[in-house]
Structures are given as C-alpha cells and as structure tokens.
C-alpha cells in the first residue's frame, strides 16, 4: 500500500498553523473584534455566564499562533475581564476572581 493511500489518524488538512503567517494574520480582526464584543456585552450584563465568552478568542489565539498566540489573547482577556467591571478597583480581588485569572492562562497554555 502506498504512503499516501494509508488512513492518517493525527493529520489534519484543517491545521491552520501549518500554514504561512501571513496567512493566519485573519485571525487577528477576529480575535479583536470578538474580544471588543465580548468586553461591551460584559460591561452592560457582569453576569458570569458571558464573562466565559472570553474563553473563544483564547481558543483561536492558540489555536492560530500556538502557545503564544493563547497567552497574549489570555492576557489581553484577563485586562478585558477587569475593566469591564470597575468594582475591582474598589474592592480586593475574590476568588474567584483568581480562579478565572489562572484558567484564562491555562486555558491559553494548554490549546
């Protein structure tokens, strides 16, 4: 049987980091324009289900550019995350509020 015949379990032709930078750098509007819609709908709601929306661009930054791509989007999500509510200026941080912190990053380390 020849190599080419032969069933691949891991390759994907959908890998988008296989391909060129210059032909990923689509994603970054996106992951702009979703992180931007995601701060202005958690400013006007501050309810926990759409502070996870932040977790989409975080997924596509890794998933795009790789580790580096997660950790910048889940850096950028993490300053999004607190100025959308002006309380963690006021008051200390909660738990909670670290947990979504960490799994922002690990969310962006480990796609």
Do not use: C
């Amino acid at each position: 049987m020849a190599p080419e015949d032969r069933m691949h379990l891991t390759h994907s032709s959908l890998n988008i980091r296989r391909r060129p930078l210059k032909t990923r750098l689509w994603v970054l509007p996106l992951i702009g324009f979703a992180s931007a819609g995601i701060f202005l709908l958690d400013r006007a709601t501050d309810k926990a289900p759409v502070q996870h929306l932040y977790y989409l661009p975080i997924i596509l930054g890794a998933y795009a550019f790789g580790s580096v791509g997660g950790i910048l989007t889940a850096l950028a999500a993490v300053i999004l995350y607190h100025a959308a509510s002006p309380a963690f200026l006021i008051h200390p941080y909660q738990e909670l509020d670290i947990i979504q912190v960490v799994l922002f990053l690990a969310v962006g380390i480990v796609t």
